[in-house]
């Protein structure tokens, strides 16, 4: 079954903002001082469009003025297609990566991080949640999730009213 066929609460991980804040934070904490340049981190690279909140608040942690994009499309809605890189981040910033943070919100297949680490192989990469699949491909991440797991992210969700199990009559 894939993913698309299931009803939104079965195997579905739903973050709030205030989760993916406070996992942001912990994935700051982890990354703090282990940067190559005596602990310290050159830049903060999101991968947008989700790796943008999480490597705000990363850098905003870390104290890093020096943040870029790069810009990888590979689902539509649920179903992943090939990844391709529709912007790249200043040339002359990332040279081979070393010492960047590249940072997205998850790793699923990995295939956007095995793109991304292809350009830049000594950047290091972060991301706040990951699947089985996907985590040879991370450095660091903070929260692990089953491959059936769809997570939800806040930007993609609205609060509403939901019918009480027993109904109303
Ligand atoms: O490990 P993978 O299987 O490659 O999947 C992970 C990527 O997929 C999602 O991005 P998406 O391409 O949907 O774009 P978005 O961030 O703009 O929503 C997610 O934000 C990761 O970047
Ligand atoms: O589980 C997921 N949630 C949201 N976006 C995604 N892109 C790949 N996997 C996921
Ligand atoms: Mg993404």
């Known amino acids: 079954m894939s993913a698309k066929d299931r009803l939104p609460h079965e195997k579905g991980?739903?973050?709030s903002w205030?989760?993916?804040h406070r996992d942001s934070r912990a994935l700051a904490w982890r990354l703090d001082g282990q940067g190559p340049d005596e602990g310290a981190w050159r830049a903060v690279v999101a991968?947008?469009?989700g790796g943008m909140a999480p490597a705000m608040?990363?850098?905003?942690?870390?104290?890093?003025?020096?943040?870029d994009t790069i810009s990888v499309k590979s689902y539509h809605h649920q179903e992943r297609g090939e990844a391709e890189v529709l912007k790249a981040p200043d040339a002359d910033l990332?040279?081979?990566g070393e010492?960047?943070?590249i940072i997205d919100d998850l790793v699923d297949s990995g295939k956007t991080l095995e793109l991304?680490?292809?350009?830049y192989p000594k950047a290091h990469f972060a991301t706040v949640y990951a699947k089985p699949k996907g985590r040879p491909m991370v450095d660091t991440f903070i929260t692990e999730v089953s491959q059936d797991t769809w997570i939800?992210?806040?930007w993609d969700m609205a609060l509403q009213y939901v019918e009480p199990y027993r109904g109303t009559d």
């Open 13 to 15: 991980f739903h973050i």
């Open 47 to 49: 991968i947008t469009r």
């Open 116 to 119: 991304v680490r292809k350009m």
């Open 152 to 154: 939800f992210f806040p």
């Open 99 to 101: 010492g960047v943070l």
């Open 94 to 96: 990332m040279g081979d």
């Open 57 to 67: 608040i990363v850098s905003r942690e870390l104290d890093i003025r020096t943040v």
């Open 18 to 20: 205030d989760q993916i």
